[in-house]
């Protein structure tokens, strides 16, 4: 996807992206790992999260659509796990059915449509094993960009200006999030304010935990 072929190659997006989402260490600290367990990130950008998950020894796999986020994060992750990580649409995941311990998808599904957006999950949902943890982050309705740019349908607009000029962004409402917790089993879910890119800002999400039924 050529623009985020571009953002990612910024220098303020590399470095925003050096650290961790905050609630990516306390849910791999939780996993118990007992170095054979595997992980899809999906949407993966740079790696930030590919590479945190293989420190903790997981069995690393990712995807996203971007060329150059995918090539970067091969690099980062060495030879060995460089074939575990693809160039794909989050809708159209190459993997077969139930293939994975544990799925990660931060800050990606709402970079698209609604609709978009329940294909990535039924994705998701395919790819992992019975039981599978998972964790996923949706930009929420309440979010200050909220109304921005152009709308295409409802809560989804391309912004018109910023250094995200041209991305879709889906905005979930409450009752969005209550119908993808119906998806999985163990289903929690918050709302929550974190930075949500380089220039520090900050964003309002929703953070949803559960498993593969
Ligand atoms: C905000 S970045 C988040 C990257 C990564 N998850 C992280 O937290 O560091 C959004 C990522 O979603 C990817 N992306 C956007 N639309 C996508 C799609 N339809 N399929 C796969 N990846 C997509 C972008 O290329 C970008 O890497």
Same mark, same amino acid.
């Given at each position: 996807m050529m623009i985020w072929n571009k953002l990612l190659k910024e220098k303020k997006w590399h470095k925003f992206f050096e650290d961790p989402h905050p609630i990516v260490i306390p849910f791999a600290e939780k996993l118990n790992n007992n170095g054979k367990k595997s992980v899809v990130d999906i949407g993966c950008g740079i790696g930030r999260h590919c590479h945190l998950l293989k420190e903790y020894g997981f069995n690393v796999y990712g995807c996203d659509s971007s060329t150059f986020g995918v090539s970067f994060t091969k690099k980062r992750l060495g030879d060995k796990l460089s074939e575990n990580i693809v160039e794909t649409d989050m809708t159209e995941l190459p993997w077969s059915n139930g293939c994975f311990d544990i799925g990660i998808c931060i800050n990606v599904i709402y970079h698209g449509t609604y609709e978009n957006g329940f294909d990535c999950l039924f994705e998701i949902k395919r790819v992992l094993k019975k039981g599978?943890?998972?964790?996923? +982050? @949706?930009?929420?309705?309440?979010?200050? %960009?909220? *109304?921005?740019?152009?709308?295409? $349908?409802?809560?989804?607009?391309?912004?018109?200006?910023?250094?995200?000029?041209?991305?879709?962004?889906?905005?979930?409402?409450?009752?969005?999030?209550?119908?993808?917790?119906?998806?999985?089993?163990?289903?929690?879910?918050?709302?929550? +304010? @974190?930075?949500?890119?380089?220039?520090? %800002?900050? *964003?309002?999400?929703?953070?949803? $935990?559960?498993?593969?039924?």
């Amino acid at each position: 996807m050529m623009i985020w072929n571009k953002l990612l190659k910024e220098k303020k997006w590399h470095k925003f992206f050096e650290d961790p989402h905050p609630i990516v260490i306390p849910f791999a600290e939780k996993l118990n790992n007992n170095g054979k367990k595997s992980v899809v990130d999906i949407g993966c950008g740079i790696g930030r999260h590919c590479h945190l998950l293989k420190e903790y020894g997981f069995n690393v796999y990712g995807c996203d659509s971007s060329t150059f986020g995918v090539s970067f994060t091969k690099k980062r992750l060495g030879d060995k796990l460089s074939e575990n990580i693809v160039e794909t649409d989050m809708t159209e995941l190459p993997w077969s059915n139930g293939c994975f311990d544990i799925g990660i998808c931060i800050n990606v599904i709402y970079h698209g449509t609604y609709e978009n957006g329940f294909d990535c999950l039924f994705e998701i949902k395919r790819v992992l094993k019975k039981g599978a943890p998972l964790l996923l +982050t @949706f930009l929420s309705s309440k979010d200050p %960009e909220y *109304g921005n740019g152009n709308l295409i $349908e409802p809560n989804t607009f391309v912004f018109a200006e910023g250094y995200e000029k041209g991305v879709i962004h889906h905005f979930y409402t409450k009752s969005e999030i209550s119908s993808i917790a119906t998806l999985f089993d163990n289903c929690s879910y918050y709302e929550k +304010t @974190f930075v949500r890119g380089p220039e520090a %800002e900050e *964003g309002i999400y929703w953070v949803l $935990e559960g498993t593969k039924p």
